[in-house]
């Protein structure tokens, strides 16, 4: 039988992206349902039909990591975001891609 | 009173800024950050969480590594973002050259019958399998319209040396075209040796052609792998490739292995077949699931797991014997510490990012078919024709090129913008591949979480991070390896 795990993720805290980034990661193991009820994230993890027990834990284990990971990511992107297209900018502003100019 | 100020004078108060860098997990608590241009640095989870609060001490050993390899700066700091650019660009500086290797199918008869062969095989004397003269010169037309400065034209087949005659006349034209043209052009013939003669070894050696051959291990797992009329498919290889390194010097044949289910628990013995011979390097390849591979179904017993546990004990092989004195490289490996180590990219078309398909390298097929990536022709084979962007006889440069089936594979796989690989740390080190997430998933980008191309290269990041980590000799041989030309 498929594993099944209900996980409470507190949105003040979360974004449903990077639940959702997670869950995208884990979907070899299993997948997710996810739905808002007020300040809180319901995530219901249901197991693949060819993912057994043990490693549908270990999935779900991994998964709250990757939460926390995804959150990381997404509030260091935002922060660099200017730095980083200040970086391409530079390493393109003079590329003659264009032989001729 | 002392010239110098004191450490007081060079310590600064204000608080460092973070630049744009991903991270991701290794083993236990431990995770790897990554910048812009692939420089890493590994760290432990506490020091990761109190970095990116900026509350990292200047007095911590971390501290000095960050700024040396640009994840942090100072706001007034204006060197970090040029050195950055700078790096960024010489890593990408590939893609103004554009196609540089066209591969030229010169027919598709063979006189090995390979079950994992990955194009249909033909039997030896029917040339309406056979590349033509003329179609030879339209695809050259094509050739000389890249604006690439380095130009170097490889012949596949089937076994090209059945139809040498075509291999001729393509050197001679292109070379009588370079005159005015004056690129760098190399030639590279793929041959199994079976069939190399005394006239074939003669005019390589006028042209500078360098052979590029097979060679899948002891003599019954090539034989087994490689069968022929006679079962002679080793022996041949052998005499071939002593006749070939007496003509044009050893460090003109290369070989290439193949990964059969045979090969897996015989890794040592592939290496040192490898060693006897005299190769100094070997690459130990996954098996492609083009062609007869998935038609066989060998593709679908081939286990991920089972393969990587092949190439780790291969490259710990490989690590031994470099120990010991033997000087061996392992290509894969080396090509990905050549993106982890430098500021340069190999070219290498599988780890590309935007794929290598048709704009690094792209094929013309016996019958004027143009194809993005000699994948791409073996899928056609097989009857799935997504990647064919055109035929010479019929279709411009620009209506190949500029084609939606080409650039829409492009778009759609680049992964600075794919689900997953946007958010990996190792994408620096890794490639977009869209065709062989087509083949498996039908579509481009694929699945990422569900992709072997994803597990194996990741597993392959980790392993290397990790023996780097684990022993400075390794690492020092991974240098060489990364720097070697």
């Known amino acids: ?68 990971d995804y959150q990381l990511r997404a509030q260091l992107q935002v922060e660099t975001a200017p730095i980083r297209n200040l970086i391409i900018g530079l390493a393109f502003s003079n590329a003659r891609l264009n032989p001729s100019e | 009173m002392s010239k110098f100020q004191g450490l007081d004078a060079y310590t600064r108060s204000a608080k460092y800024e973070l630049l744009p860098f991903k991270f991701d997990r290794l083993e236990g608590d431990n995770y790897v950050i990554t910048n812009m241009t692939g420089e890493y640095l590994e760290v432990a989870k506490p020091e990761l969480h109190v970095l990116l609060a900026k509350n990292l001490a200047t007095e911590h050993p971390l501290f000095a590594s960050l700024r040396a390899k640009h994840f942090i700066r100072y706001a007034d700091e204006q060197a970090p973002l040029d050195l950055l650019a700078l790096k960024l660009r010489t890593r990408l500086s590939r893609l103004t050259g554009f196609t540089s290797l066209h591969i030229f199918v010169v027919t598709l008869r063979c006189d090995h019958s390979c079950p994992y062969c990955q194009v249909s095989r033909q039997m030896d004397g029917e040339t309406s399998f056979d590349m033509t003269s003329d179609m030879a010169d339209k695809a050259l037309d094509f050739v000389f319209r890249s604006p690439n400065p380095a130009i170097k034209i490889e012949f596949q087949g089937g076994e090209p040396l059945l139809n040498f005659e075509v291999v001729r006349y393509v050197v001679e034209a292109a070379k009588r075209r370079n005159l005015e043209e004056k690129r760098d052009l190399e030639f590279v013939i793929a041959t199994t040796l079976s069939l190399l003669t005394d006239d074939v070894l003669a005019f390589c050696h006028e042209h500078d052609i360098i052979l590029s051959t097979s060679l899948d291990g002891p003599a019954d797992l090539h034989n087994a792998n490689r069968p022929r009329v006679g079962r002679d498919s080793f022996e041949r290889f ?4 002593a006749k070939a390194r007496n003509v044009l010097g050893v460090d003109k044949v290369s070989a290439l292995m193949t990964t059969t289910d045979k090969s897996l628990p015989r890794v040592r013995e592939i290496i040192d077949e490898y060693v006897r011979l005299g190769f100094n390097g070997i690459f130990l390849r996954a098996l492609s699931p083009y062609g007869f591979a998935i038609k066989t179904r060998k593709f679908m017993t ?55 398909a048709g704009i690094a390298a792209i094929v013309f097929n016996y019958d ?42 492009l778009e759609q796989s680049f992964t600075l913008s794919a689900p997953m690989c946007s958010d990996c740390a190792f994408e620096p080190y890794c490639g977009a591949e869209p065709v062989f997430h087509h083949a498996i998933f039908k579509d481009v980008l694929g699945r990422k979480a569900e992709s072997s191309f994803c597990k194996r290269n990741m597993s392959i990041f980790k392993h290397l991070i990790g023996l780097m980590k684990s022993d400075t000799s390794t690492r020092r041989l991974f240098m060489q390896w990364a720097n070697a030309c």
């Open chain 2, 302 to 356: 081939y286990d991920t797991e089972r393969w990587l546990e092949f190439y780790k004990e291969g490259l710990a092989y490989i690590l031994e014997l470099n120990k010991a004195g033997i000087p061996f490289v392992e290509h894969y490996a080396s090509l990905i510490l050549k993106k982890m180590l430098t500021s340069n990219d190999p070219g290498y078309v599988d780890l590309m990012n935007p794929a290598g």
């Open chain 1, 1 to 68: 039988m498929a594993g099944l795990t209900e996980l409470i993720f507190d949105g003040q805290l979360y974004g449903a992206v990077a639940i959702q980034k997670a869950a995208y990661r884990a979907m070899h193991a299993f997948t997710l349902d996810l739905k808002v009820d007020g300040d809180n994230i319901l995530c219901t993890l249901v197991g693949n039909i060819t993912t057994e027990q043990e490693a549908f834990e270990r999935a779900v284990e991994e998964f709250r990591k990757d939460v926390l």
């Open chain 2, 238 to 241: 052998e005499a071939g490739l």
């Open chain 2, 368 to 409: 004027g078919s143009v194809y993005a990536s000699d994948e791409s022709r073996m899928l056609a084979e097989m009857g799935d024709q997504t990647f064919r962007l055109g035929n010479i006889l019929t279709d411009s440069y620009e209506d190949i090129i500029l084609s939606d089936v080409l650039l829409d594979a």
